[in-house]
């Protein structure tokens, strides 16, 4: 079955960088896009960024532009999130996201802290 498991997040200083990771299995990777969203305290899950099946194609919401990389490894199955020059409002769970078909599937999600 489809699974998707975040890692690397954690607490970070305003102005400090992460990068989370997604192992992903039980589907055809590299034929599908992925997303990385984010639930802040007491906010809904929000989308951040997309990358196409290929990585050609890439989007972000306007919060994170240039602060924030995805990328993907097909050959690996993994979908990444660089997240540079955090700020104390990036602090959420970070959610990796497939959408295959009809159906949207997620990992268990990550905890980002941005905090002095």
């Known amino acids: 079955q489809v699974q998707l498991v975040e890692s690397g997040g954690g607490l970070v200083q305003p102005g400090g960088s992460l990068r989370l990771s997604c192992a992903a299995s039980?589907?055809?990777?590299?034929?599908?896009?992925m997303s990385w969203y984010r639930q802040g305290p007491g906010k809904e899950r929000d989308w951040v960024a997309r990358?196409?099946?290929?990585?050609?194609?890439?989007s972000y919401v306007e919060s994170v532009q240039g602060r924030f990389t995805i990328s993907r490894d097909n050959a690996k199955n993994m979908v990444y999130l660089q997240m540079y020059s955090l700020k104390p409002e990036d602090t959420a769970v970070y959610y990796c996201?497939?959408?295959?078909?009809?159906?949207?599937?997620w990992g268990q999600g990550t905890q980002v802290t941005v905090s002095s």
């Open positions: 996201n497939a959408k295959i078909g009809p159906s949207d599937y």
């Open positions: 039980g589907f055809a990777f590299s034929m599908y896009g």
């Open positions: 990358i196409s099946s290929g990585g050609g194609l890439i």
